[in-house]
């Protein structure tokens, strides 16, 4: 009697915690980003970050609102993606932006030049467009062609997870040939790890497609090597290189 007399409570709790879960889910991974979006515009220098990151994340979304018509899952999964696609496109304008108005070169470089040295390294906006577009079109046509395939539809949907798993690689291969983590706003980095954790145990409680799952947990390994980074740089920077005289200049002396 006591446990149907709080059904009243119950219930609506229950449902309040599932919408808020959702939402969380929908726009916490965009929240990650608000920071470092913040520090480029502030700075005018978006140096610090590896705009490879928004090409893994708008490739894996895009593959996984694809999936979706293969296999249906829940829609703040299907959600998140739309919204993490837009907020990419967002972070590439203003990179895109800053990049070009600091740029002494000004030797434009297009998409349309399909010149592989200078891909997605482009003088415009509208280049990263183009491309993002000519990828959806092409991936949307393989699927509309192989849909009705399981095998098809279970490796896309893998490929989506696993390549939104290595979302890091960028950001921790630049640390590493930098030995340095100048310029990466660490406050991102805490809401990846944060998030992928929350995202990973959603995965796993809500009984996600095991692509989902598995992924997770390599993402959020892959937060802690880039926090594993900052800290062991902020305990050893990198020495300058010591100034060698040029000869001319010891002549000169």
């Excluded at 520090?39 to 610090?48: E, H, M, S, V």
């Excluded at 979304?61 to 249906?72: A, D, P, Q, T, Y």
């Excluded at 310029?183 to 980095?189: D, R, T, Y």
Aim: proline share 4%; net charge neutral; charged share 15%.
């Amino acid at each position: 009697m006591e446990a149907e007399g709080l059904d009243w409570l119950l219930v609506p709790l229950h449902r309040l915690v599932s919408w808020g879960a959702a939402a969380a889910m929908v726009f916490g991974g965009v929240v990650p980003y608000i920071p470092q979006y913040r520090d480029i515009r502030r700075t005018q220098n978006a140096d610090g970050f590896s705009t490879h990151v928004c090409l893994v994340l708008l490739v894996a979304n895009i593959l996984r609102i694809l999936f979706w018509f293969g296999r249906r899952f829940e829609s703040p999964l299907l959600w998140q993606s739309i919204v993490m696609t837009l907020t990419m496109l967002l972070m590439l304008k203003l990179c895109t932006e800053v990049r070009v108005a600091n740029e002494l070169n000004l030797k434009r470089r297009s998409f349309a030049d399909f010149d592989p040295h200078h891909f997605w390294h482009w003088s415009s906006f509208g280049d990263y467009v183009q491309c993002v577009l000519a990828f959806t079109g092409v991936a949307g046509y393989v699927t509309y062609l192989s849909i009705d395939s399981t095998l098809f539809v279970e490796t896309l949907g893998f490929l989506a997870v696993l390549t939104e798993a290595m979302l890091g690689v960028p950001q921790l291969y630049r640390n590493y040939c930098h030995r340095s983590t100048e310029g990466m706003s660490l406050k991102m980095v805490l809401m990846w790890t944060s998030g992928d954790t929350f995202k990973t145990a959603y995965f796993l409680l809500n009984g996600a497609p095991l692509q989902f799952s598995v992924c997770g947990l390599l993402q959020v390994l892959v937060d802690l090597a880039i926090l594993g980074q900052a800290y062991i740089f902020a305990c050893h920077p990198q020495k300058p290189a010591p100034h060698t005289a040029h000869p001319a200049s010891a002549k000169a002396l």
